[in-house]
């Protein structure tokens, strides 16, 4: 009988051990978190902008502006500029512009439609302090934010593209220090008023709605880097609709505007 219990406690001991090395680890990272809580938080903002309205009826002024960050051109989009002739402000980053020569190639053979900006080397947000913006980690020093912006500006140059003015940062939110830092570079910083697709994640329907409410006066933004996925069908839609409401599409560079957090001024 003892023989028979000490075998079972023998075995029970294994399985215990085994089933230990399977689970996650002691929470001993807790105090960590706890500390991580107190950091101070990094004030973030993210600047609107408009273009100066038409105050004609039935004929409003927009700006459509465009993130290429990473991956593919969307043709879907793409393909309609083109064809019906809308102009639009593409902002670009590096890492885009390797992946994507015949895309680029289009925007070079249509200066009449196409503003190239600068998007960022890799896309990484603008922000000078250590943090997280949208599940991404920031640049998080005054020197990374330079390089972000220069490699982004260096990358465009290279590629026959015409020195930028603009600038928008991955995610389109700042700190104010970053701002201030990116202005005196002599970029002003390009936010928006309209959120066209939600960062390429919303559905087609909900994506052509929003942008087809855009009125006299708005920044769109929406995305050109994401063919697989069903908001470029929405904005694709977008686009013929406004243009059939008689909308007249302007690129950054052709109008005056205002930002807000001392973007533009």
Request: charged share 20%; proline share 6%; hydrophobic share 45%.
């Amino acid at each position: 009988m003892n023989r028979i219990l000490l075998t079972s406690a023998l075995l029970l001991a294994s399985v215990s051990a085994a089933l230990a090395d399977e689970m996650p680890p002691p929470i001993a990272s807790a105090p960590a978190r706890i500390g991580a809580s107190k950091a101070p938080a990094v004030k973030l903002v993210e600047p609107h902008l408009h273009i100066a309205r038409s105050n004609i009826a039935g004929h409003a002024r927009i700006a459509l502006t465009f993130d290429a960050c990473m991956g593919q051109a969307d043709e879907r989009i793409l393909s309609t500029l083109v064809r019906e002739r809308i102009p639009a402000t593409i902002f670009v980053t590096a890492r885009w512009l390797k992946r994507n020569p015949q895309a680029l190639a289009v925007f070079l053979q249509n200066p009449d439609l196409f503003e190239l900006e600068n998007h960022g080397e890799n896309h990484i947000p603008a922000v000078d302090a250590p943090t997280l913006v949208d599940g991404i980690a920031s640049a998080g020093s005054p020197q990374a934010v330079r390089q972000e912006v220069e490699g982004g500006a260096a990358a465009m140059v290279a590629a026959g593209i015409p020195a930028p003015h603009w600038f928008r940062g991955s995610t389109a939110k700042y700190d104010l220090s970053a701002i201030g830092e990116i202005r005196a570079m002599g970029y002003r910083i390009a936010g928006y008023s309209v959120n066209g697709d939600g960062g390429s994640l919303l559905g087609a329907v909900i994506t052509e709605k929003r942008i087809a409410s855009a009125k006299d006066g708005d920044v769109v933004i929406s995305h050109i880097n994401q063919p697989t996925h069903a908001a470029g069908e929405g904005v694709a839609k977008a686009l013929v609709d406004l243009k059939a409401k008689g909308t007249a599409f302007v690129r950054l560079e052709d109008v005056e505007d205002m930002g807000d957090d001392k973007t533009t001024e």
